[in-house]
């Protein structure tokens, strides 16, 4: 039987704005992403939205990006590979005391925006980023970009790692993401978005936006909680994979 993970970035919220519809996409996920205050979120949004997957049973993870709130964490930063495991251990820490306050642990770590981006293509930030989860635990699951150089870093070194594939994204046929800046780097269309993640998760392909079918390894699926449609998404997706006979759970569940 099939088995899969499906994650939504969450707690990105902070002050008096609002992002997302976290608590109702909770009901429907079993792994969350929790902004830890740079790229978004903050302390409030944090402790609330670790509280409300506790109360979902839904696992926890880190959400770490560049201190870029006015960009949200999607612009480009030029940094050494001991400054990104500087900024991952700095937000590691910073969401740990509110799992720690809850009584439970730090499931998986999944790298934001243009830091998740740059790390897919380069070794030493990638090596970066998994030195410092594994120096701060190693039991803590790398979740990274499905056949990028954040797996293999976290390979290399002993770290638990999963594949992520994405729902409502486009692949350029290297297996990287489309650029935001392309037009149809979204994906808008549920519909299309199942047929995609069925087949991503069944066949372990995925046709990229050039029309080539590339090989993808499906153990988590991200739907995007800024998505004007994650809510709508995420809900027929769950459902789409129940019909399918594919099993959704934690990745703590099934990652070795």
């Given at each position: 039987?099939?088995?899969?993970?499906?994650?939504?970035?969450?707690?990105?919220?902070?002050?008096?704005?609002?992002?997302?519809?976290?608590?109702?996409?909770?009901?429907?996920?079993?792994?969350?992403?929790?902004?830890?205050?740079?790229?978004?979120?903050?302390?409030l949004c944090m402790s609330k939205t670790v509280k409300n997957a506790c109360n979902?049973?839904?696992?926890?993870?880190?959400?770490?990006?560049f201190m870029d709130l006015e960009g949200f964490g999607r612009r480009e930063m030029?940094?050494?590979?001991?400054?990104?495991?500087?900024?991952?251990?700095?937000?590691?820490?910073?969401?740990?005391?509110?799992?720690?306050?809850?009584?439970?642990?730090?499931?998986?770590?999944?790298?934001?925006?243009?830091?998740?981006?740059?790390?897919?293509?380069?070794?030493?930030?990638?090596?970066?980023?998994?030195?410092?989860?594994?120096?701060?635990?190693?039991?803590?699951?790398?979740?990274?970009?499905?056949?990028?150089?954040?797996?293999?870093?976290?390979?290399?070194?002993?770290?638990?790692?999963?594949?992520?594939?994405?729902?409502?994204?486009?692949?350029?046929?290297?297996?990287?993401?489309?650029?935001?800046?392309?037009?149809?780097?979204?994906?808008?269309?549920?519909?299309?978005?199942?047929?995609?993640?069925?087949?991503?998760?069944?066949?372990?392909?995925?046709?990229?936006?050039?029309?080539?079918?590339?090989?993808?390894?499906?153990?988590?699926?991200?739907?995007?909680?800024?998505?004007?449609?994650?809510?709508?998404?995420?809900?027929?997706?769950?459902?789409?994979?129940?019909?399918?006979?594919?099993?959704?759970?934690?990745?703590?569940?099934?990652?070795?």
């Open positions: 039987m099939f088995k899969v993970d499906l994650n939504s970035d969450l707690g990105e919220s902070f002050g008096n704005y609002k992002l997302g519809l976290d608590e109702e996409i909770l009901k429907h996920i079993t792994s969350a992403n929790i902004a830890c205050g740079w790229h978004a979120g903050d302390a979902q049973d839904v696992a926890v993870g880190a959400h770490p990006g030029k940094i050494t590979k001991q400054e990104a495991k500087a900024y991952i251990k700095y937000q590691l820490g910073a969401l740990m005391a509110f799992t720690t306050s809850n009584n439970i642990k730090i499931q998986h770590v999944k790298p934001h925006g243009a830091l998740y981006n740059m790390a897919a293509k380069d070794k030493d930030l990638a090596m970066g980023i998994a030195e410092a989860i594994y120096e701060v635990d190693k039991d803590i699951i790398l979740l990274g970009l499905a056949n990028s150089q954040m797996i293999k870093a976290a390979k290399d070194i002993g770290l638990r790692v999963a594949s992520e594939v994405f729902a409502d994204r486009a692949y350029n046929l290297d297996g990287s993401l489309v650029s935001r800046s392309i037009e149809g780097s979204v994906i808008h269309d549920a519909d299309l978005a199942i047929s995609r993640v069925i087949r991503m998760v069944k066949e372990g392909k995925v046709k990229s936006i050039s029309g080539e079918d590339i090989n993808i390894d499906a153990q988590s699926i991200c739907v995007h909680g800024d998505n004007p449609k994650a809510l709508e998404f995420v809900k027929k997706i769950h459902e789409a994979l129940i019909n399918e006979n594919i099993e959704i759970a934690k990745l703590s569940e099934f990652i070795k």
